[in-house]
């Protein structure tokens, strides 16, 4: 009996060759639940600027896997930067921080970056209606 690895439409697994169990199917978005197409942009976040203070956000928002998007860049699931020690660092001011997921209603707010200091923003995202 086969079965074929659970797949995203749109979305490939790649080969992986193990010493151990031969030739692998790894489905790279094997986070992302069944169903969720939102795309990141090709291009990666522009540079911090070396010159410009820089702070922390920190975010407690459930669910854990939701999208963020900082300033229309997409950055990470919400669990990468929940945490003592995980942060998403930005340049000092004030940041558009919208977060996603599917079957619930997109999260946006506005963020004040404090230089040198750790910022929290706790929140819950609603369920969708259907």
């Excluded at 490939?12 to 010493?19: A, D, G, I, K, Q």
């Excluded at 090709?42 to 407690?60: E, S, Y």
């Excluded at 977060?99 to 999260?107: G, H, K, N, Q, T």
């Amino acid at each position: 009996m086969t079965t074929r690895p659970r797949t995203l439409p749109g979305r490939t697994p790649f080969p992986v060759r193990s010493l151990w169990f031969g030739l692998l199917f790894v489905d790279p978005y094997y986070w992302a639940p069944v169903g969720f197409d939102a795309p990141f942009p090709a291009a990666p976040p522009p540079p911090l600027d070396a010159n410009r203070p820089t702070g922390g956000l920190q975010l407690d928002v459930d669910p854990r896997k939701a999208l963020v998007y900082a300033d229309g860049w997409p950055m990470g699931i919400v669990e990468s930067f929940s945490g003592y020690y995980n942060h998403l660092d930005l340049p000092a001011g004030l940041h558009q921080i919208e977060i996603v997921a599917p079957d619930y209603e997109p999260l946006a707010v506005e963020v004040i970056v404090t230089p040198g200091r750790t910022t929290t923003y706790r929140g819950t995202l609603n369920r969708a209606r259907n």
